[in-house]
């Protein structure tokens, strides 16, 4: 067994440097132990995203990533909804990856192990696809890739 890791963090490739040397990577799989309840034998893995309308505190979950738009200048927010079968809940720690332009400053228990999260998304947010990182009080991680698009 690995000890639990310290964080995440992007490891930059591009053409001009292809390869990192001295960095360990480590994944994140599926598991049933991937739950604050020993007696629920369900896994963290996000089963559904959307977004969530704060209008009338409704959540359209979906299958798809989650858009989420940079402002012209300065910052905005959006309101995104996560579920998965374990049931998720304001206790869990959730981050966005990159390089911290993207990032999670609220959250909310919408019912029925939904969370609400408030992003902040900086007008200087690289573009691209996003992963989110949900980790319980066990120090069990999930890593949803691509659930969620800067524009």
């Known amino acids: 067994m690995a000890p639990p890791g310290t964080g995440t963090s992007t490891i930059a490739l591009s053409a001009s440097s292809p390869t990192a040397t001295g960095v360990d990577i480590v994944v994140v799989e599926p598991t049933t132990a991937g739950v604050s309840q020993p007696a629920n034998d369900v896994d963290l893995d996000i089963a559904a ?6 209008a009338n505190n409704t959540c359209g979950l979906g299958g798809n990533p989650v858009m989420v738009v940079r402002p012209v200048n300065g910052a905005a927010t959006a309101d995104i909804c996560v579920f998965s079968q374990s049931g998720l809940d304001s206790s869990m720690t959730y981050a966005v990856s990159g390089p911290g332009d993207v990032t999670v400053i609220a959250k909310q228990p919408a019912g029925l192990g939904i969370i609400h999260l408030t992003l902040q998304i900086l007008s200087t947010a690289q ?3 996003r992963t989110l990182f949900i980790q ?6 999930t890593a949803a890739s691509g659930v969620l698009e800067v524009q």
């Open 127 to 129: 573009a691209g696809v």
């Open 136 to 141: 319980n009080a066990n120090l069990d991680e």
């Open 49 to 54: 995203l959307g977004l969530f309308n704060t």
